[in-house]
T-cell receptor
Framework: AQTVTQSQPEMSVQEAETVTLSCTYDTSESDYYLFWYKQPPSRQMILVIRQEAYKQQNATENRFSVNFQKAAKSFSLKISDSQLGDAAMYFCAYRSAGLSSGAGSYQLTFGKGTKLSVIP | GAGVSQSPSNKVTEKGKDVELRCDPISGHTALYWYRQSLGQGLEFLIYFQGNSAPDKSGLPSDRFSAERTGGSVSTLTIQRTQQEDSAVYLC????????????FGSGTRLTVV
């Protein structure tokens, strides 16, 4: 079974600065997807960024980028020019591409989250 | 609809009562998922529906939990004889196809069992 670990329960960053959230995962599969979700107080999980394991290039979405290290099974999220609206819980998630896990590939496995505070 | 809609937003119930939580997915999304988020925990998979296929119920924690999806659209998660450990946020998500490029989540139902 896959596991996802977020070792930082809480982080804080000054507005306009850069912060990196850590995520590691454990899997025996070669093809999979990794996600970062943001959960503000409204509770709705919002997809921030997505990475396909077979792509070596790190995904980028505006101020959000990832550092994907497949061999190390690491998937960190960097937020640049942090804004007050970035304050939220951030969850790292894993999903199999289904090549070896069959019907179970649709499940997302989540880490326990990192609470990010942005200091004005 | 424009997004995934869940109701009620909050529910307080007495221990031993039954509750029903509703999820209205995005129109045209064939896949629907229920997850549970307990305090300080990540999200735990509960059940998955894909079109008219039999659902995958492998994540349901006990036989007090059940879910159905009528007409391939709206889904109801039912918890019978609620216990205090059932207190959590129940999140529903939908996607265009199995797995998909990402899920669209609703805002969840916060269930409190007193």
């Amino acid at each position: 079974a896959q596991t996802v670990t977020q070792s930082q329960p809480e982080m804080s960053v000054q507005e306009a600065e850069t912060v990196t959230l850590s995520c590691t995962y454990d899997t025996s599969e070669s093809d999979y997807y990794l996600f970062w979700y943001k959960q503000p107080p409204s509770r709705q999980m919002i997809l921030v960024i997505r990475q396909e394991a077979y792509k070596q290039q790190n995904a980028t979405e505006n101020r959000f980028s990832v550092n994907f290290q497949k061999a190390a099974k690491s998937f960190s999220l960097k937020i640049s020019d942090s804004q007050l609206g970035d304050a939220a819980m951030y969850f790292c998630a894993y999903r199999s591409a289904g090549l070896s896990s069959g019907a179970g590939s649709y499940q997302l496995t989540f880490g326990k989250g990192t609470k990010l505070s942005v200091i004005p | 609809g424009a997004g995934v809609s869940q109701s009620p937003s909050n529910k307080v119930t007495e221990k031993g009562k039954d509750v029903e939580l509703r999820c209205d997915p995005i129109s045209g999304h064939t896949a629907l998922y229920w997850y549970r988020q307990s305090l300080g925990q990540g999200l735990e998979f509960l059940i998955y529906f894909q079109g008219n296929s039999a659902p995958d119920k492998s994540g349901l924690p006990s036989d007090r939990f059940s879910a159905e999806r009528t007409g391939g659209s709206v889904s109801t998660l039912t918890i019978q004889r609620t216990q205090q450990e059932d207190s959590a946020v129940y999140l529903c998500a939908s996607s265009l196809r199995r797995g998909g490029n990402g899920y669209t989540f609703g805002s969840g139902t916060r269930l409190t069992v007193v």
